[in-house]
């Protein structure tokens, strides 16, 4: 499939970089849309672990990487992370590429982010991550943006930056937020220049000639369908479109450039935060107190610990009829070793109807009871199985019932944050 696009279908963490990674080995290109150093993927190869924001993920098995115009960029997070990657022997030099149309995230985004944030009444906080990427969005939408292109034109620089940066601090300012020092943030954003100058490129002709090319293009989402701006659960959500509908205005590659759509999916569910955000499957304490201990279920970017629940096959239905899904990658289902029952969830009930759909409205989203199909839970440890036969028969029949509950099939079974920790059930 020359054009493959991996995104998340739950609330973010569902082990993306790794199916990234275990699918990149085929990859020409590997191409972030979205997003921006808000997403943080964890992906483990061998003794080392490497943490990516903003470089696809596809990079580390030698895959061309491209932020595409869709990303709002923070230079400073991408200079430590090409840092990093050099230094643990990645190959980067003249493989890493960015969009002159991407959105930059200026210095005063971050603290206006923060406070804005803090303005907000405890229900409503967003619990944003604070680096600037909504405010970096919102500026896009209000012409108020500054682009990388706009950063390499010394003209338009002299007339927008001093600008823009003063806009910020106006907004700063009336929030009662510290404001920005200007000179000192025209200078930052002028140390960019230099080594972004090399890296940037027109990123959609780039990929249009690869795919017209028969280059194998891997997209990578972050983020997930879940906090999708407009799918998600608003304003309990991130500032982009994070499915299948973010790829052609985040690239520049046609619509119906995407051969194959892959949603990752955690065998249970997770959501950051320890409050912010309707959560209907929530497990029982005892439960999601083993799962967030044994699923290291702690934010790559945030340190905060993760909400743990139970498979929603509500949820991740609205996915998968939304985005098209051609396949799912089911991840860390090894977690859920030794618990008994295994619930899905099927459907939602509220004020005693059963839910067609998943519901926009919030307060409905709060006071929904899912309706739980209970499966024998498997035991011993699945980590070290590659054959589907090996599987144990109780593990393959949740699987099934997952498949069945969501009506698309699972493809890929991930045992193990490991790449080699991977059972293809199905062919592609
Ligand atoms: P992402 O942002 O979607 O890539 O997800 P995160 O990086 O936040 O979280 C996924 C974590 O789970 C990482 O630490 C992975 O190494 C790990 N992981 C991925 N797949 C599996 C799996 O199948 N089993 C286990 N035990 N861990 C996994």
């Known amino acids: 499939m020359p054009v493959t696009c991996v995104f998340g279908a739950q609330w973010g963490d569902e082990g993306k970089g790794k199916i990234v990674d275990f699918l990149s080995h085929d990859a020409d290109y ?8 808000n997403a943080g993927h964890t992906i483990r190869i061998g003794d080392e672990t490497f943490a990516q924001r903003l470089t696809p993920s596809g990079v ?12 709002v960029l923070d230079p400073n997070v991408l200079q430590r992370e090409l840092e990093t990657l050099r230094s643990k022997g990645i190959d980067i030099d003249g493989r890493v590429f960015v969009s002159d149309r991407a959105h930059l995230v200026l210095p005063f985004h971050g603290p206006l982010d923060r406070a804005l944030d803090a303005s907000r009444s405890d229900r409503w906080r967003n619990n944003t991550t604070g680096r600037g990427i909504s405010t970096c969005m919102g500026d896009k939408h209000l012409y108020e943006g500054f682009r990388v292109a706009d950063l390499l034109n010394a003209r338009v620089r002299e007339e927008r930056l001093r600008y823009l940066l003063e806009r910020g601090n106006v907004r700063l300012r009336s929030l ?3 404001e920005i020092v200007i000179d000192e943030a025209v200078a930052e954003v002028e140390s960019w220049i230099d080594w972004l100058r090399p890296l940037t490129t027109d990123t959609t002709r780039l990929l249009q000639d690869a795919r017209a090319a028969d280059k194998r293009i891997l997209i990578e989402g972050a983020q997930a369908a879940l906090l999708d701006v407009d799918f998600g659960t608003y304003p309990f959500v991130t500032s982009s479109s994070t499915g299948l509908n973010g790829v052609a205005s985040g690239t520049g590659l046609p619509p119906r450039a995407i051969d194959n759509a892959i949603a990752v999916a955690k065998a249970y569910v997770t959501r950051v935060g320890s409050d912010a ?6 497990a029982e304490p005892d439960v999601a107190a083993v799962l967030q ?6 934010g790559t970017v945030t340190g905060r610990p993760r909400r743990c629940g139970w498979f929603d096959a ?6 998968c009829r939304l985005n098209g899904v051609d396949s799912v990658a089911l991840t860390k289902i090894d977690i859920l070793a030794d618990i008994d029952p295994l619930r899905i969830c099927v459907a939602y009930e509220c004020d005693g109807q059963r839910l067609d759909g998943f519901p926009a409205d919030i307060d409905t989203l709060q006071r929904c009871r899912p309706v739980y199909e209970d499966l024998p839970g498997f035991s011993g440890a699945l980590s070290g199985i590659r054959e ?5 028969a109780r593990a393959r029949e949740y699987v099934e019932a997952i498949e069945k509950a969501i009506g698309t099939d699972v493809q890929l079974l991930s045992v193990g ?3 080699t920790e991977t059972i293809t059930l199905r062919a592609s």
Do not use: Y
């Open 417 to 419: 944050p490991e790449r």
């Open 314 to 319: 509500v949820a991740m239905g609205h996915v």
């Open 388 to 392: 589907p036969a090996d599987l144990p």
């Open 176 to 178: 009662g937020a510290e």
């Open 30 to 37: 590997a191409v972030r849309f979205q997003g921006g150093a």
């Open 277 to 282: 955000g309707p959560f209907p499957t929530a």
């Open 293 to 298: 201990e044994r699923g290291r279920e702690f």
């Open 60 to 71: 580390l098995a030698g895959a061309i990487g491209v932020i595409a115009n869709g990303v």
